[in-house]
């Protein structure tokens, strides 16, 4: 029989609102479920990826308890277009009576430039695609302002609108308000149905964020989420509390904590519940991630630099005591698509408008050059 059980393989999100850098694919992710008072470990994705150091598959395995052997539960192939975007995703489930990959999900993207514009999803029914939903998104330039999910109606042949995202920037531009709204196909309007603010610190690092469901025609609170980083601006602690209506307080309900590499790439994440006045372990991810993510860090890291997120979507954070310095962003063909002033010691290019792949990165000023290869996702 199929396995009943599908891990999240997506890599892709439609959304990167970048409040916090998304970790990068790893190329080992493992995941534990604390259970007897020590950690199980019950399933397995291994990715491998193409010449440009990007996934272009995905292979989960689960934990057969009876067995105690790991068996595959689905797999996610991934396809780029000349941009290194991606244009098309299948994901297929094991059936292990005829010992076979079995067609299960697919979608495929479209794009305007750099900008997502729509994701098509599909379902293996009888043996074709058959639509079951898509997201349409609007930009403002590079921005994300608006997302919205359709239903595929096969009857009436025609798309039924289900879910609004509206989102809404400061000044640098950081995400400050998602709005989310729910289609009435009775009066064939947009109702209110959720609302999240961003709060940053000095460093425009997401300090707070709030969680707010819309009922009897207000705004009422729900959760509330914490972010700490450390001195190099890596996240450590995600706190979670929901909105206690008694006492009119948020209490602690669950953290995540993360364990760094220098890049600032989580290699352990422990889930938390917070029951009785203590933290109970729940679950813990543990990732490796591919050599080309690392090449060069460690002579980076000697020269007192520090470049993060390796792979960067929409910004790159560059931590240098090189001062008055410039980065200059190169194409491997050595043409020049991006020069930056580098005015402190920790700064943020935005290099949202670049295609994904791989760039040569050179850090000068006047007396010393660093080289380090980045890559754009």
């Not at 990959?101 to 074709?128: F, P």
């Not at 920037?169 to 009775?186: D, G, Q």
Request: aromatic share 12%; with cysteine; glycine share 4%.
């Amino acid at each position: 029989m199929k396995l009943k059980l599908l891990f999240a393989l997506f890599f892709y999100a439609h959304v990167t609102l970048a409040q916090i850098a998304a970790p990068p694919v790893p190329e080992t992710w493992e995941n534990d479920l604390w259970f007897s008072n020590q950690w199980m470990h019950f399933s397995t994705v291994n990715y491998t990826f193409n010449v440009d150091c990007l996934p272009n598959l995905a292979v989960s395995q689960v934990l057969d308890f009876g067995s105690g052997i790991f068996v595959n539960s689905s797999r996610l192939t991934i396809s780029y277009n000349g941009n290194n975007q991606v244009v098309e995703t299948i994901n297929e489930l094991w059936n292990s009576v005829n010992a076979a990959w079995e067609n299960d999900r697919r979608s495929t993207q479209a794009y305007d430039g750099n900008n997502l514009t729509e994701i098509l999803h599909y379902l293996w029914i009888n043996n074709a695609w058959l639509l079951e939903y898509r997201i349409v998104n609007a930009y403002n330039g590079s921005l994300l302002t608006e997302s919205i999910t359709q239903q595929w109606d096969i009857n009436a042949s025609q798309w039924i609108n289900d879910i609004k995202s509206e989102f809404t920037y400061n000044s640098i531009p950081l995400l400050e308000i998602a709005l989310s709204s729910a289609w009435s196909t009775v009066d064939n309007v947009w109702i209110n149905d959720g609302r999240t603010t961003f709060v940053y610190d000095a460093n425009n690092l997401l300090n707070i964020k709030t969680f707010e469901d819309w009922e009897s025609n207000a705004w009422v609170n729900d959760r509330q989420e914490t972010y700490t980083f450390d001195s190099n601006d890596f996240l450590i602690e995600s706190l979670v509390s929901e909105w206690n209506t008694s006492t009119m307080v948020y209490d602690l309900d669950r953290r995540e904590t993360y364990t760094n590499n220098a890049q600032g790439y989580y290699t352990e994440l422990v889930r938390e519940n917070y029951l009785l006045g203590s933290w109970v372990n729940e679950t813990r991810d543990r990732r490796t991630y591919p050599i080309c993510y690392t090449l060069g860090v460690e002579n980076l890291l000697a020269e007192g630099v520090l470049v993060y997120p390796i792979p960067a979507q929409n910004v790159l954070h560059i931590k240098s005591n090189m001062q008055h310095s410039e980065a200059i962003i190169m194409d491997l063909n050595g043409r020049i698509v991006q020069q930056e002033k580098l005015t402190n010691a920790l700064q943020t290019i935005d290099i949202s408008q670049l295609n994904s792949g791989v760039y040569i990165l050179k850090l000068s000023n006047g007396n010393q050059v660093i080289t380090e290869k980045i890559i754009k996702k």
